[in-house]
């Protein structure tokens, strides 16, 4: 099993950027997916983007194309979500999730089996 402890969240205004850290500990760490998912406001969690184990693989959905970035440092068990150019709906609560897989093609909750506590992101002017 897996734990992981999200940071980094906060207020920012529209075009601002943050980014978000999960620190990743457990025995499969190393070798594990993880995936950010956000939740608005009286929406359902939705899948944003992944990383594989190695980190070779990414993937992001349309709505964050071009302005998000995951990225991971296993020396330190780290996964980041560098946004940039925020926009009011990026708005929710963000969660980062690991894997029982080493790479994840479909960025859904069933994929992921360990969550964090999340981190609130509000963007706001």
């Known amino acids: 099993q897996l734990q992981l402890v999200e940071s980094g969240g906060g207020l920012v205004q529209p075009g601002g950027s943050l980014r978000l850290s999960c620190v990743v500990t457990g025995f499969t760490a190393g070798r594990s997916a993880i995936g950010w998912f956000r939740q608005a406001p009286g929406k359902e969690r939705e899948g944003i983007s992944t990383i594989s184990a190695t980190g070779a693989f990414t993937k992001n959905v349309d709505s964050v194309k071009g302005r998000f970035t995951i990225s991971r440092d296993n020396i330190n068990n780290t996964v980041f979500l560098q946004m940039n150019n925020l926009k009011p709906e990026d708005t929710g609560v963000y969660y980062c999730?690991?894997?029982?897989?080493?790479?994840?093609?479909?960025?859904?909750?069933?994929?992921?089996?360990?969550w964090g506590q999340g981190t609130q992101v509000t963007v706001s002017s």
């Open positions: 999730a690991g894997s029982h897989l080493g790479v994840v093609f479909d960025i859904r909750t069933s994929n992921f089996g360990s």
